[in-house]
């Protein structure tokens, strides 16, 4: 299953989510996979949720967690096409999750749900053409973004990702 590798993204949101002070601040990981992002908000103070669709991948990533010593994460599985949270988080948290252009249409909604007045949604991408469609719909409808280029990987030049920080 794609959610059990540690993507280049995850590791670009983990160092972005690391330069942002974030104790006490509650925070929503969607598709978490291995958990590297809300693993290092946790670390750092954060109240966590982390979701997944895939019952393997959400129990790699709360392995992943007890492995680094962090057990204040809260862990659920969860389809955003059935998506049923309501509660309001200071950041959104998203790794490699923009790939589906077909899945757009049901993060949107999370977004504009799901992320509390003054917050921030964190998206990681590898500067796929796809993912493009989505952040250019929010930005038309009056969202904010701005985006950090991470580059992460041991060989040079190593994998070249964005990390897109979207307020309303």
């Known amino acids: 299953p794609y959610g059990i590798v540690l993507w280049p993204g995850a ?3 983990a160092h972005e989510i690391a330069s942002r002070p974030v ?3 509650r925070i929503l990981e969607v598709g978490a996979g291995a958990g590297l992002p809300g693993i290092v908000a946790a670390t750092l103070g954060a109240r966590v949720v982390q979701t ?3 019952e393997f ?5 709360q392995k992943n967690a007890e492995r680094n010593g962090v057990r204040t994460i809260e862990h659920r599985v969860a389809d955003w096409t059935l998506w049923e949270d309501t509660a309001q988080y200071d950041y959104i948290l998203g790794a490699d999750v923009l790939y589906a252009t077909a899945m757009h249409e049901h993060l949107r909604p999370i977004f504009d749900t799901n992320l509390a007045p003054g ?3 964190l998206l990681s991408d590898p500067f796929r053409t ?3 469609a989505l952040l250019e719909a929010m ?5 904010r973004i701005a985006m950090n280029k991470w580059t992460v990987g041991m060989t ?13």
């Open 23 to 25: 104790t006490g601040l």
């Open 52 to 54: 997944d669709r895939q």
């Open 130 to 132: 796809e993912s493009f």
């Open 139 to 143: 930005q038309a409808d009056g969202w």
């Open 119 to 121: 917050g921030t949604v």
């Open 57 to 61: 991948a959400l129990s790699v990533c």
């Open 11 to 13: 590791i670009a949101l």
């Open 156 to 168: 040079s030049p190593g994998r070249a990702v964005g990390v897109y920080s979207l307020t309303r």
